[in-house]
């Protein structure tokens, strides 16, 4: 059984940064594409970023240039750079490993105004 588990969200100023984690258990991560998703209350879930087993790295319109996502299969960890971050970028994060469908159980990120 996959375990995820996210770290790193909370509550921020408009125009700050935050560095979420997603660590994975297991040897699994390395043979597996991953992703950033994020849902704010009362809407859908949204994909915002995502990198491949080989490094090559994707990014929904509303984060590019802000966000930096990443992948160290030494430590099984997948991670999320924000910065820049603004009020509507408020929502769970949460990982998933793409080729299996799993998920973490996210975390909270909080931007205020």
């Known amino acids: 059984q996959v375990q995820l588990v996210e770290s790193g969200g909370g509550l921020v100023q408009a125009g700050g940064s935050l560095r979420l984690s997603c660590v994975a258990s297991g040897s699994i991560f390395r043979y597996n594409d991953m992703a950033w998703y994020r849902q704010a209350p009362g809407k859908q879930r949204e994909l915002v970023a995502s990198v491949t087993i080989g490094g090559t790295t994707s990014y929904g319109d509303s984060v590019k240039g802000r966000f930096t996502i990443s992948r160290d299969g030494a430590k099984n960890t997948m991670y999320l750079q924000m910065n820049s971050l603004k009020p509507e970028d408020t929502a769970i994060y949460y990982c998933?490993?793409?080729?299996?469908?799993?998920w973490g159980q996210g975390t909270q990120v909080t931007v205020s105004s």
């Open positions: 998933k490993l793409l080729g299996v469908g799993a």
